[in-house]
């Protein structure tokens, strides 16, 4: 991984070559790096702009941000992570007052607030194509992700000259289908584990999106995608933030293989279930690199 972390060129992803390599990244590494795709630079740092703003507001505004579903509004720092903080909005889309109500509860101004529904709008259809080329890469044409609810999340660490060595976000595996990620192009942090279960930095790469494969697409990749474990580490005293896209799972919830990647030489691995299944046995058992999914497991 590290400086060898795939590149995907998205204007090229229509090309065979380029469809390949995103199936050799989603089967090898579990992540690639995305180039050329059509969010704008200066989108991408007005969004970052709005992200200071919103993590800068006192503490008792922020807490204004409330779930939807468990973990997908403001998540404060604790004693058991004091260097993470988040600010969250479920499903955007599907959901037109998601927007309005986020804006509202934390009295984000008119122009913050376009920002956020281009931002959030650009980066869900990048996520959509980019699940659909996924799904291509392995022979399933057709498969439609443009529905797929989402939590667009704004990451903020807290690092300090005394936290240095700490992690600010421990080992996992994402729990959706892929995470989309605009990381901090300055302060690095992220952290993925090889095959060799040696931890690899995955260095800042301004103007690019970090392609993460997560859980389901572990499973309706019916194990072919690598769910990557990975983790965020503080190396120096300053501020880091990351913000993108984290895809879920289908509308409906439903988590299986497609039958066109289950044949005689493909045995289905995992019973079909349904995602809340998953997010709810992770927060029960307090489990988050993958291992739930054994519970899952055909045997």
């Known amino acids: ?6 590149v995907v060129d998205f204007r090229q992803l229509c090309e ?3 469809c390949n390599k995103v199936r050799e990244a989603c089967e090898k590494c579990g992540c690639f790096r995305i180039i050329n795709h059509p969010i704008s630079i200066t989108l991408m740092a007005d969004m970052k702009s709005v992200a200071k703003y919103l993590h800068d507001l006192p ?3 922020k807490k204004r941000n409330k779930s939807v579903i468990r973990g997908s509004g403001y998540v404060y720092s604790t004693v058991k992570s004091p260097l993470y903080e988040g600010l969250g909005i479920y499903d ?5 007052q998601a927007v309005h109500n986020f804006c509202s509860q ?6 913050h607030r376009h920002i956020i529904e281009a931002y959030g709008q650009a980066i869900h259809d990048l996520a959509s194509i980019i699940s659909q080329k996924m799904a291509e890469s392995v022979g399933v044409v057709g498969a439609a992700f443009k529905d797929w609810p989402f939590i667009f999340r704004m990451v903020k660490y807290n690092f300090t000259p005394e936290s240095v060595g700490e992690l600010g976000v421990e080992l996992h595996s994402d729990t959706g289908f892929i995470t989309l990620l605009q990381d901090d192009e300055h302060v690095g942090g992220l952290e993925m584990m090889d095959d060799s279960g040696s931890f690899v930095a995955i260095p800042p790469k301004s103007g690019s ?5 997560g859980d389901v697409a572990h499973v309706w990749s019916n194990g072919r995608f690598l769910n990557v474990k990975h983790r965020v580490l503080c190396k120096e005293t300053t501020t880091r933030y990351s913000f993108g896209a984290f895809m879920l799972a289908s509308r409906d919830g439903n988590v299986e293989a497609p039958k066109e990647l289950v044949d005689t030489n493909h045995e289905r691995l995992y019973r079909p279930f349904k995602y809340e299944e998953l997010r709810e046995f992770r927060i029960i ?6 291992e739930v999914l ?3 497991r055909i045997k």
């Open 16 to 18: 065979e070559e380029e």
């Open 285 to 290: 058992t307090g489990k988050r690199t993958g």
């Open 1 to 6: 991984m590290g400086d060898s972390v795939p």
């Open 294 to 296: 054994e519970q899952f």
């Open 209 to 213: 999106f970090l392609c993460i494969i």
């Open 59 to 61: 503490k008792e505004i």
């Open 106 to 111: 934390l009295d984000v101004p008119p122009d």
């Open 92 to 96: 955007m889309f599907s959901s037109p």
